[in-house]
């Protein structure tokens, strides 16, 4: 009789990954952000935005394991009387709802509002150099058009291609993705 192989599979893998994600980002999330709960306060900074960022994505690339259709990160244009910027904002592809069922079309469309995923405002002070497959993005042009993803994470695990960076005064942070689907941070 012929003992079982010692290991685990892809599938065991990818779930508890999910889970763990789910985890992080729901203890996350449920305390507000993460720059409060690492001492960061009112201040905002590459390395807080980066850290709630990284969590965000996990909790988007879990979502898009588990539900079975892809989840992006994308962005929107946000004018106050003091000063204009953009926030990141999620959406889900997926069917639209109503109507005749042979009617209905896939589309990008924004997460619901009992998602873990909460939309972040990026500080007008924060400068943000965001490469798509090896093209700079501008993230202001793409924040006219509210429906288009940028950066798309896939029920398989894997992400589009992508290395953002956020920097203020000398500080300079690097979010990119791996061979594996995770998001790394490098601090310069």
Same mark, same amino acid.
């Given at each position: 009789?012929?003992?079982? $192989?010692?290991?685990?599979?892809?599938?065991?893998?990818?779930?508890?990954?999910?889970?763990?994600?789910?985890?992080?980002?729901?203890?996350?999330?449920?305390?507000?952000?993460?720059?409060?709960? *690492? /001492?960061? /306060?009112?201040?905002?900074?590459?390395?807080?935005?980066? #850290?709630?960022?990284?969590?965000?994505?996990?909790?988007?690339?879990?979502?898009?394991?588990?539900?079975? #259709?892809?989840?992006?990160?994308? *962005?929107?244009?946000?004018?106050?009387?003091?000063?204009?910027?953009?926030?990141?904002?999620?959406?889900?592809?997926?069917?639209?709802?109503?109507?005749?069922?042979?009617?209905?079309?896939?589309?990008?469309?924004?997460?619901? $509002?009992?998602?873990?995923?909460?939309?972040?405002?990026?500080?007008?002070?924060?400068?943000?150099?965001?490469?798509? +497959?090896?093209?700079?993005?501008?993230?202001?042009?793409?924040?006219?058009?509210?429906?288009?993803?940028?950066?798309? *994470?896939?029920?398989?695990?894997?992400?589009?291609?992508?290395?953002?960076?956020?920097?203020?005064?000398?500080?300079?942070?690097?979010?990119?993705?791996?061979?594996?689907?995770?998001? +790394?941070?490098?601090?310069?």
């Amino acid at each position: 009789m012929r003992g079982r $192989a010692q290991g685990f599979s892809l599938i065991e893998m990818l779930v508890v990954m999910a889970i763990m994600g789910l985890i992080v980002s729901v203890v996350t999330l449920s305390t507000g952000s993460l720059s409060a709960v *690492f /001492g960061g /306060g009112s201040r905002v900074s590459p390395e807080s935005v980066s #850290e709630e960022l990284m969590v965000l994505m996990a909790a988007a690339s879990s979502q898009a394991i588990l539900s079975g #259709e892809p989840v992006a990160l994308g *962005f929107t244009s946000l004018s106050t009387a003091q000063e204009d910027g953009i926030a990141v904002t999620w959406l889900r592809y997926g069917r639209t709802s109503g109507g005749l069922v042979r009617n209905r079309q896939a589309t990008w469309q924004p997460v619901s $509002a009992h998602s873990d995923l909460q939309d972040l405002n990026l500080s007008p002070g924060l400068a943000s150099d965001l490469i798509i +497959e090896g093209e700079r993005v501008n993230t202001q042009a793409l924040a006219v058009d509210p429906g288009m993803p940028a950066v798309v *994470f896939y029920p398989t695990g894997e992400s589009t291609a992508f290395e953002w960076s956020l920097s203020q005064d000398e500080q300079v942070v690097t979010l990119s993705n791996t061979t594996t689907g995770e998001v +790394e941070r490098r601090q310069r």
